[in-house]
């Protein structure tokens, strides 16, 4: 049971990034896939989730407009596309899997390793 997240890195206020997760190990297409960051020295906080099938997304109001979740069940894979970068939004992004559309991190069962996000220029 694996979920590995990447294409983080650094980037101008105002541009865009795109992070992937790939699954393997479960049954990606049952789950409910979210995004979650964590600031330096802040805690961990919701940014976005994808259901299963219909593919219902939510997203923190600090990020929505900006940010797009997306889900291809053929690869495994979940997207965030990031747009209008700010510098509050460096972070680390973790990818996180779980059987119901929430904001709560205790109803994630399955976790990525993160990948860094720098905005500044």
């Known amino acids: 049971v694996q979920l590995q997240a990447s294409g983080g890195g650094l980037v101008q206020p105002g541009g865009s990034l795109r992070l992937s997760c790939a699954a393997s190990g479960f049954s990606f297409r049952r789950y409910t896939m979210n995004w979650v960051r964590q600031a330096p020295g802040k805690e961990r906080k919701f940014v976005a989730t994808?259901?299963?099938?219909?593919?219902?997304?939510f997203f923190a109001t600090s990020v929505k407009g900006r940010f797009t979740i997306s889900r291809d069940n053929a690869k495994n894979t979940v997207y965030l596309q990031m747009n209008s970068l700010k510098p509050e939004d460096t972070a680390v992004y973790y990818c996180a899997a779980g059987p119901i559309i929430s904001a709560l991190e205790s109803d994630y069962d399955v976790w990525g390793q993160g990948t860094l996000v720098t905005v500044s220029s």
């Open positions: 994808i259901s299963p099938s219909r593919g219902d997304t």
